[in-house]
C-alpha cells in the first residue's frame, strides 16, 4: 500500500473569506428572491382561491407551469435562452446575480401561491359569514378577518420554503453566480483540496440552515402559531 491520507485544513482556513463572500451573495439572493417570490405568490394565491374561473385558471397555469419545471432549467433558461432573444433584439442581457434573484422569484412564487391558497382555505367559512354580517364589503372582509388569519398559519411553511430556496441557490453555480458553492467551486480549482473545502461549503450551508430554522421556531412561539 502506498501514499496515505493528506489533508490541509489550512487551506480551507485561508478560503473562508472567499467563502464568506459566497455566503453573502446566497442570503442577498434568497432575502430579495423571496421578497419577490412572496408577492408574486400572495396574488397568484389569491387568484388560485378565487372563485373567479379566467383568474384562478390565469393562477393554475403560472403554479403548474413553474412547478413542473426544476428550478435549473428555469435559471439556464433565463440565464442562456433569455438572454439571446434580448441580445439579438435589444444588445441587452441580464448579469448572473438578477438573474439568480429572478430565478429564486419565479420559482418560489409558484410553491408560496400554494400555501397563499391553501392558509385563505383553511379559514372557516363562518368567518367571512361574520364579517359580511357586520356590513363589511368582500375587499375589507379579506383584508381585517380573513388575511390577518392566513397570514398567521403561513408561516411555518414560508420558513420552510425560506430554506428549500436558501439552497436552491447552489445550483445557480451552473450561471455563474458568485454564491457559496460558486466561489468553493472557484477554490478548490485552484487548490485542488476538494474534500477540505467541499465539508467547510457543506458545514457553512448546514450552519445557515439551522440558523433559519432556530429564528423561525422563535417567531412561531412568540406569535404562538400551531
Known amino acids: 500500500m502506498t501514499g496515505g491520507l493528506n489533508l490541509d485544513w489550512g487551506v480551507a482556513i ?15 439572493i434568497t432575502v430579495i428572491g423571496l421578497f419577490f417570490g412572496f408577492l ?8 388560485r382561491a378565487s372563485k373567479n374561473k379566467p383568474i384562478y385558471i390565469l393562477g393554475s397555469i ?5 412547478r413542473g419545471t426544476p428550478i435549473l432549467v428555469q435559471a439556464v433558461y433565463l440565464y442562456f435562452g433569455i438572454n439571446q432573444i434580448l441580445l439579438q433584439t435589444m444588445n441587452f442581457k441580464i448579469d448572473p446575480i438578477p438573474a439568480g434573484i ?4 419565479i420559482n418560489s412564487g409558484a410553491y408560496i401561491a400554494e400555501i397563499v391558497r391553501g392558509s385563505i382555505q383553511s379559514i372557516h367559512k363562518g368567518q367571512v359569514e361574520a364579517g359580511r354580517s357586520l356590513g363589511l364589503s368582500k375587499f375589507r372582509t379579506f383584508y381585517y378577518i380573513v388575511w390577518p388569519q392566513a397570514f398567521k398559519r403561513m408561516i411555518p411553511p414560508l420558513g ?3 430554506i428549500i430556496s436558501l439552497k436552491d441557490t447552489s445550483l445557480f453555480s451552473v450561471i455563474a453566480v458568485g454564491e457559496l458553492l460558486r466561489q468553493g467551486q472557484l477554490v478548490v480549482s485552484s487548490t485542488f483540496a476538494a474534500f477540505e473545502i467541499y465539508t467547510v461549503v ?3 450551508y448546514l450552519f445557515m440552515t439551522l440558523s433559519i430554522s432556530g ?5 412561531e412561539r412568540r406569535l404562538d402559531v400551531n
Open 215 to 219: 429564528v423561525l421556531s422563535y417567531v
Open 102 to 105: 429572478i430565478a429564486i422569484s
Open 40 to 47: 408574486i405568490g400572495a396574488v397568484m394565491g389569491v387568484a
Open 160 to 162: 420552510n420554503q425560506f
Open 202 to 204: 457543506a458545514i457553512l
Open 14 to 28: 485561508d478560503s473562508l473569506p472567499i467563502l464568506l463572500s459566497g455566503i453573502k451573495w446566497t442570503i442577498i
Open 62 to 66: 403560472y403554479v403548474e407551469a413553474i
